[in-house]
C-alpha cells in the first residue's frame, strides 16, 4: 500500500494479483451480492452506470449514498462516496478499482481518496483485510 496526494487529499492506493481472469474478479467488485461480502458497507443499491446511484448501509444506522462516477465492465468501477452534511462534497470520499490483465490472472488496483488525513490513517488497514476477505473469496 502507498499514500500520495490528489488535489490536497491523502491517496491510498492498494495493489493484489490475482489468479482470476478481470471477468471473474469484475462480479466481485460490482455486484452487490459478491460487495456484501468483503467490503466494509453492506451495499444495498447499486445502478451500474456513470451517474448512477449506489447506497450503502453500516448495519447500525448510518446509511450514505452514492454517485458512480466510472462504470467500464470488466476493467473499472468508481464512485464518490457522499459524506453529507455542511461540508457537502469536501466530505466525500472517492474509491476507485481497477482490473488489470495479469500474466496470472488479474492485477486489482484500489484507490481511495478519504477526504481528510484522519480518515486516511485508519483506511489502510481496513483496506488490507477487506481485500483480503476478497482473496479469500475467490479462492486465491
Given at each position: 500500500m502507498s499514500t500520495t496526494t490528489h488535489e490536497g487529499r491523502p491517496a491510498?492506493?492498494?495493489?493484489?494479483?490475482?489468479?482470476?481472469?478481470?471477468?471473474?474478479?469484475?462480479?466481485?467488485?460490482?455486484?452487490?451480492a459478491r460487495l456484501n461480502t468483503w467490503y466494509p458497507m453492506r451495499v444495498t443499491e447499486l445502478d451500474p452506470r456513470v451517474g448512477g446511484r449506489i447506497v450503502f448501509?453500516?448495519?447500525?444506522?448510518?446509511?450514505?449514498?452514492?454517485?458512480?462516477?466510472?462504470?467500464?465492465?470488466?476493467r473499472l468501477l468508481a464512485f464518490d462516496e457522499h459524506g453529507g452534511g455542511e461540508d457537502g462534497p469536501a466530505a466525500d470520499?472517492?474509491?476507485?478499482?481497477?482490473l488489470h490483465d495479469d500474466p496470472a490472472g488479474c492485477l486489482l488496483v484500489l484507490i481511495?481518496?478519504?477526504?481528510?488525513?484522519?480518515?486516511?490513517?485508519?483506511?489502510?488497514k481496513g483496506w488490507n483485510g477487506c481485500l483480503d476477505q476478497l482473496l479469500g473469496d475467490l479462492g486465491d
Open positions: 491510498l492506493r492498494v495493489e493484489r494479483r490475482l489468479s482470476r481472469s478481470p471477468e471473474a474478479v469484475w462480479r466481485a467488485v460490482s455486484e452487490p448501509d453500516d448495519g447500525e444506522g448510518t446509511v450514505l449514498t452514492g454517485t458512480v462516477t466510472a462504470w467500464e465492465p470488466p470520499d472517492h474509491l476507485r478499482i481497477e481511495h481518496v478519504p477526504h481528510d488525513f484522519a480518515t486516511a490513517a485508519g483506511a489502510e
